[in-house]
């Protein structure tokens, strides 16, 4: 056997070897996907900053009231947060629409407010000095405020 046909004969096998590996390996190229028409949809995400709770949407109807009224009820409360306090208390704040809290800050500070969710109250609520935020202590909870906020968020 000549020296070219020993050339002709590895070049030949490297080819085949090199045509074997390809083959074995798939098609590697990302594939899209053309029948896909709608976009995601975005989960429900409340902008804040890092020194303020973290607000989330809360999944039924929320509603201030007191023994005679509703003050805020449903889109009345933006959002709703669990904070957890320096001493380690936890607190439900909800967040009021401002024109809610203009029309509370004309009502009397000894209004006992309480907070209800799809009709079952929550605890008293005390409200924050502009009416903006109506907070529920560990203390003036009806149960524990980790089960409410679990309720709340929609995830029990």
């Known amino acids: 056997m000549g020296e070219s046909m020993r050339k002709i004969i590895l070049l030949a096998a490297v080819l085949l070897l090199a045509t074997a590996m390809t083959a074995c390996g798939g098609d590697t190229a990302p594939t899209e ?3 896909v028409t709608e976009a995601p949809t975005d989960a429900p995400y409340i902008d804040t900053q890092i020194s303020e709770p973290e607000w989330t949407l809360a999944e039924g109807v929320l509603q201030l009231e007191d023994d005679n009224n509703v003050y805020a009820a449903g889109a009345d409360i933006l959002y709703f947060a669990i904070v957890t306090n320096a001493d380690g208390k936890q607190e439900l704040w909800f967040r009021l629409d401002d024109k809610i809290a203009a ?14 969710f ?6 008293a609520a005390n409200l924050n000095d502009d009416c903006t935020i109506a907070k529920i202590s560990d203390e003036n909870a009806d149960g524990e ?11 029990s």
């Open 33 to 35: 996907l053309s029948s």
């Open 103 to 116: 029309e509370l800050q004309s009502k009397s500070t000894d209004n006992a407010y309480f907070m209800t």
């Open 118 to 123: 799809n009709g079952e109250r929550v605890g």
């Open 145 to 155: 405020i980790t089960a409410w906020a679990s309720e709340i968020r929609g995830l």
